[in-house]
């Protein structure tokens, strides 16, 4: 069966460091890769997917980036956080529109 | 281009209560439709799909959704509220087609609050 990971559950940063967040996935192969963001009251914001290595598609323009270096990874990144960085981050997966996405547990990022 | 709209971004219910939750959705070819739950600290779990078989879909913890195509409509309902269904609810739309394969148009979201 198909398994999705997401790590750090929780992490505290300051301003102006940087973030990595990672995302596998296991049980599966090419799949779609997906990074939301969800802030309070805001819904879900969907922030980059991927169809395939290095195939990345920026949905909004801010401080953040993504890369797939592997097949089943996915990676959310960035150089200077800020403080409106902080949100709910989530990352899924799907084969297909028919299949509907899959999600990890998220990482709760608080920038201070 | 997808879009949902979710009607109420709160809805609160007495427990043995019926549940509605309402969705509507535009789409320019046949859509898949989609609701999520997520509870507090959580990602996002699939409750039920519709991908154009049977109109009325049933999913996981007793609840249900309707397609109408003429209302544009995937409202979600339960006929007896619980405790434990009180979460937020995502209503969701997709398609197949061309580089957005599977990407997923969320609405808002709803706030189900279950009193006792």
């Known amino acids: 069966s198909q398994t999705i990971h997401q790590w750090p559950a929780t992490l505290v940063q300051p301003v102006g460091s940087p973030l990595s967040l990672e995302c596998t996935v296991e049980?599966?192969?090419?799949?779609?890769l997906y990074w939301y963001r969800q802030a309070a009251g805001r819904g879900l914001q969907l922030l980059f997917y991927s169809v395939g290595i290095g195939q990345i598609s920026s949905e909004v323009p801010q401080n953040l980036s993504a890369s797939r270096p592997q097949d089943r990874q996915f990676i959310l990144s960035s150089k200077k956080l800020l403080l409106s960085d902080s949100g709910f981050y989530l990352c899924?997966?799907?084969?297909?529109?028919?299949?509907?996405?899959?999600f990890g547990q998220g990482t709760r990022l608080t920038v201070v | 281009a997808q879009s949902v709209t979710q009607l109420g971004s709160h809805v609160s219910v007495s427990e043995g209560a019926l549940v509605l939750l309402r969705c509507n959705y535009s789409s320019s070819v046949p859509p898949y439709l989609f609701w999520y739950v997520q509870y507090p600290n959580q990602g996002l779990q699939l409750l039920l799909k519709y991908t154009s078989a049977a109109t009325l879909v049933k999913g996981i913890n007793g609840f249900e959704a309707e397609f109408k195509k003429s209302e544009t409509s995937f409202h979600l309902t339960k006929p007896s509220a619980h405790m434990s269904d009180a979460a937020e609810y995502f209503c969701a739309v997709s398609d197949d087609r061309g580089s957005t394969l599977g990407r997923l148009y969320f609405g808002r979201g709803t706030q189900l609050t279950v009193w006792p």
């Open positions: 049980g599966t192969s090419n799949p779609n």
């Open positions: 899924a997966w799907s084969l297909q529109g028919a299949s509907g996405a899959f």
